[in-house]
Structures are given as C-alpha cells and as structure tokens.
C-alpha cells in the first residue's frame, strides 16, 4: 500500500528536442507518511508529483498507488499543484464546493463543509468573490481548502505554502499538522523551504540537481505532536537541519554555476 | 520633527488615494454627461440638416425629410403595418439565430475536443467560410421557397460559422491545468465539459453571438430583399420598386433601431455572465 515508485524516469520531448527531467527514481512511501521532497529548481519535483497524480506518464518505469499502476488521472488522491488550479469563473465557494458537487455530496453537508474550510483557511467573508479579486495568497488557500474539503487519502502538495507570509505559513503549517496527526493521510509535500520539510515531514527527500535523481532520504526523528512554532528550537532540529543542508546546498550551487 | 513628518506621510498616504478616487468619479461623470449632450447634439444636427436639405439642395424623391419618415412610421404603426412586418422579420432573425448558434456551439466543441478531426475538416471549413452567405441565398429561395425557411436558412448560416468558430476557438484555449485538476477531483468527461470547457470557452462564445445577432438580421433582410411577401426587407425592396424613398427610410430606420436595441441588451448580458473576468 502507500506509492511506490519504481525505476522512474522522465524525458520531455518538446520541439523535437528532447530534455532528461528525472533519472532513475525508486521510492516508496508507505501509507500514512508524510514525506518531503526538496531539491534545486527544475530538478524534476513538480513532474514526478505530476507522475504520481497520473497526468504526465513516465517515460520509463512505473507508479504504483495502494496497489493499482497508475495510468491515468488517479482519482485517488487529492492533488494541490504549483501552479494556480482554482477555476476563475467560478467564487471562491463554488470552487471549494466543486470537489464535493463532483462527488454527490448532500447539500446541507456540502454547505457545512465549505464554510468549516473557508474559515480554517481564514477566508471567511471572501465566499462571493471571484478568485481574480484575491492575493496569490488567498488563491493558494483556497487551492487548499478545495482539497482537503473533499478529504482524499492522499495529499499531493507542490509548494503549497510558497506565496504566503511567514506568520501565515506557520498557522497553516500547524493546521496540516493537525489534520494530518489526527487522520494520517499519505502525503507527498514539496517545498523549497528546508525547514518547513523538516518540521513537517517524518521523511525528506532531497534530489539532486537537474536532471533529478534522489541524493539522499533521511528519516525525521523528530516526535509528533510537533509544533511548527517550536519545533525548529529543539536541539535536534539542528542537526537535521545541517546535514540535510550540507546536501542540499552544493546541488543548489551547481544550478547557480550554470 | 520626524514623527511629524512621519504622521504627515501616514495621513497623506490614506487621504490621498480617497481625494483621488473622488475627483476620478468625478471626472468619469463629466465626460459621461459630456458624450451623452454630445450624442443627442449630432443626433439633432443630422436631423435638421437632412430636413433643411430636402426640397431645397436636394430632391426629397432622393432622401425624402425626416419628417415625411416619422409620419410614415407613424401611420405604419397605428395601421398595424409595421409589427406585421417586422414581427416576421424578427421571427426568422430569431429562429435563424438559434439554431445557427446552437449548431455552431456544439460542433465548436466537439472539434475543439477531437484535435484530429478538427485538422482533417480544417481546409473544407475554411473554404466555406470564405464564400459570402449572400451568396448562399438564392440557393436557399431555390432549396426552401420564398417562405420564412429560406431567411431562417441565410441568417442560420451566417450565425453557425461566427458562433462555431469562436467557440472552436475558445474550446482550445482551455486551460489544461483545469481540466487535469477537475478529473484528479472525480470530475467526468461531461463535468469537466460543464464546470471547465464550456465556462471557459463563454467569453469567446459570448463574443460570437454578440457579433452574430446584427449578422442574423442582416441575412434575413437580405432574404426578404430577393423573394418575400412579408418583412421589412420586402418592405424596403418594394419600396424601392416604387421609387418611394419615404417607405425605404422609414424601413431602414426601423432596422437601425431594432439592431440598436439589440446590442444594448446584448452588452448587458455580456457584462453580466463575464463578471467573474473582474
Ligand atoms: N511540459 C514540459 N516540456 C518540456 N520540459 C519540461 C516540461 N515540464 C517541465 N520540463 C522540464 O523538466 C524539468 C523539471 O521541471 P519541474 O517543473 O518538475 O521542476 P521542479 O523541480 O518542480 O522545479 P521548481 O522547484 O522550480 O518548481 C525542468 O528542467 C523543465 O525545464
Ligand atoms: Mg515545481
């Protein structure tokens, strides 16, 4: 069970030129870990998220979700991309609401659950507007409300937290945690922000410059319940901090050389 | 001192925008009132000059008076004459416009859906786009008869190729974002269909239509120009038989009007289910 991904490679072949994304990645991640991958830009994160969400194929290898290749759109997971996916037509409520009108949810329970989430993401008094209207911000939270209202099993979360203020980014960071600790979802959550890997994730993945390949995973041992307000002050943190660090910046550096 | 300054800064930084705000109303009111004054200023002076001008530098069997034409209209009015006409007028620019834009939106999606199809009828499409309408008509009077088919048929015509187009157009202009994110969600074929393509692809479909209301109008007054018993196109060609300018002007005017109308409403509707565009 969980995602298993096996000898996974990804090319792009674009104007009949072709772009090496991914090397050779196996992983597996077991059902109710929350894992995070960090690595230069453009080191092939967002593409193997994509994989994983079944809307790019690989160009080798497979994927592997509770059991079932994924071959197509996988339906099974819950899927908050880089990219701004909240559709511009429609208000900030009916796009909360879409997952759970595509599911055939009752209506008075679709209400309840639209309004819970508006408020845990603090967008209460913004129902009526159109995403146009709002900061970058509000739109991810938004993202974020559509995906975690219809409750998948599985989070795939690329940079969700990216656009936000730092006192924004803990509020949510705790209210993950929280969902995450009471329900524990697999999820799969990319960031640039080590530390926000680290304070979250039971496991970090750190890839290698592009084209990517997985350059060292390293257990968290830090113990749940974690408070990302605290969290980075225990002695441990540090430690985790530096070695992943000591990882992570030479690849970064090589992307800057280029 | 430097607080001073500072709260002078704070005080001016809120104030400002405000004063701002109220002298752009402001502005935006003036010129507002100045165009309106503006429009029914020309609207007079074309009137009086077209009045002054007939019988004096210009035969009125040529341009008639706008006086001659509001009578006209009026007795065209109180007789009856004029809804007579123009209700079947109306009649074929609706029927037309409906089944040319529903025609054309469904096939509009299919083929901005079926890339492939879309290629292999690509060269066909475009040729028949290229052929003016008005030249379909006389087929259409042959194929149909001189009865309301015939103008349903030209305006249809007209109507399917600019809605059709447009919302091919904004078909492929989807967001693939969007759809992917919809089906992850659960979402059908026929719910990505509804909640992504077809909200998506409405600001061209709306363009479409909008454009393609006057095209209807004029596909059926051309219709009734060839071969007609009723309508306000066959008023005007008979009118033009007789050498009655008078009944010709008074057809044209009804024509500029309902067009007129028309868009207005149009406008409103576009405004109104583009609101999200903000
Ligand atoms: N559709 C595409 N066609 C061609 N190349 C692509 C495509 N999408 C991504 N790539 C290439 O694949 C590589 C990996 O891209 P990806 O978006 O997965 O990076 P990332 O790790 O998510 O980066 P970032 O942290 O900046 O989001 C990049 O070098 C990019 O140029
Ligand atoms: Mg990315």
């Known amino acids: 069970m969980g995602i298993s991904v096996r000898g996974v490679e990804k090319r792009y072949v674009s104007r009949g030129k072709e772009t090496s994304a991914l090397q050779h990645v196996d992983l597996e991640i077991a059902s109710g870990e929350f894992v995070a991958f960090v690595g230069p830009s453009g080191c092939g994160k967002s593409t193997l998220l994509n994989m994983i969400a079944g809307i790019v194929p690989a160009s080798t290898g497979q994927i592997l979700h509770d059991g079932r290749i994924v071959a197509d759109a996988n339906r099974n997971v819950g899927y908050m991309t880089q990219g701004d996916s909240v559709l511009p037509w429609y208000t900030v409520a009916r796009n909360v609401d879409l997952p759970l009108k595509i599911q055939n949810v009752g209506a008075d329970e679709r209400k309840r659950r639209v309004a819970d989430w508006l408020g845990r993401v603090g967008l209460l008094g913004f129902e009526a507007s159109y995403p146009a209207e709002l900061s970058g911000g509000m739109r991810k939270r938004v993202a974020l409300a559509q995906v975690l209202v219809y409750d998948p099993s599985t989070l795939l979360m690329d940079e969700p937290f990216g656009a936000l203020d730092a006192q924004l980014k803990l509020l949510m960071q705790a209210e993950l945690l929280k969902i995450w600790e009471t329900t524990r979802k697999t999820v799969v959550f990319v960031t640039h922000d080590l530390a926000e890997a680290v304070t979250l994730a039971n496991r970090v993945v750190v890839f290698s410059g592009r084209p990517g390949r997985i350059k060292l995973v390293e257990d968290i041992p830090l113990a749940y319940p974690r408070d990302p307000f605290r969290v980075r002050f225990r002695p441990e943190f540090e430690a985790i901090y530096a070695r992943l660090w000591d990882a992570l910046a030479p690849e970064i550096a090589k992307g800057e050389a280029i | ?278």
């Open chain 2, 1 to 278: 001192m430097s607080a001073r300054i500072e709260e002078a800064a704070a005080i001016g930084s809120v104030a400002t925008p405000s004063a701002a705000v109220a002298a752009w109303h402001a502005e935006q009111g003036r010129r507002r009132m100045a165009v309106l004054v503006g429009r029914i200023l020309v609207g007079i002076a074309i009137i009086t000059i077209w009045e002054y001008a007939s019988g004096r530098w210009i035969e009125p069997l040529f341009i008639s008076s706008p006086s001659r034409v509001g009578t006209r209209l009026w007795r065209w009015t109180v007789t009856g004459q004029l809804w007579n006409h123009l209700s079947i007028t109306l009649y074929a620019t609706a029927i037309g416009f409906a089944i040319g834009s529903s025609v054309g939106f469904v096939f509009g999606i299919l083929f901005g859906r079926f890339k492939t199809i879309a290629d292999v009828f690509d060269p066909y499409i475009t040729a028949i786009y290229s052929i003016p309408k008005i030249a379909l008509a006389p087929l259409f009077i042959i194929w149909f008869g001189i009865g309301i088919e015939s103008k349903v048929a030209v305006s249809a015509s007209i109507v399917f190729f600019v809605v059709f187009l447009n919302t091919y157009a904004g078909t492929r202009d989807v967001n693939q974002l969007y759809v992917h994110s919809t089906r992850i969600m659960g979402g059908s074929e026929l719910d990505i269909l509804r909640y992504v393509v077809v909200p998506s692809a409405a600001s061209w479909v709306i363009t479409g239509l909008k454009v393609s209301v006057p095209y209807a109008l004029v596909g059926t007054v051309i219709g009734e120009f060839m071969s007609a018993n009723r309508g306000i196109g066959f008023v005007i060609a008979q009118a033009t038989g007789l050498f009655d300018t008078t009944s010709v002007f008074a057809g044209l005017v009804t024509l500029g009007v309902v067009g007129a109308i028309i868009n207005v409403a149009l406008k409103h509707v576009e405004i109104r289910l583009l609101r999200w565009k903000g």
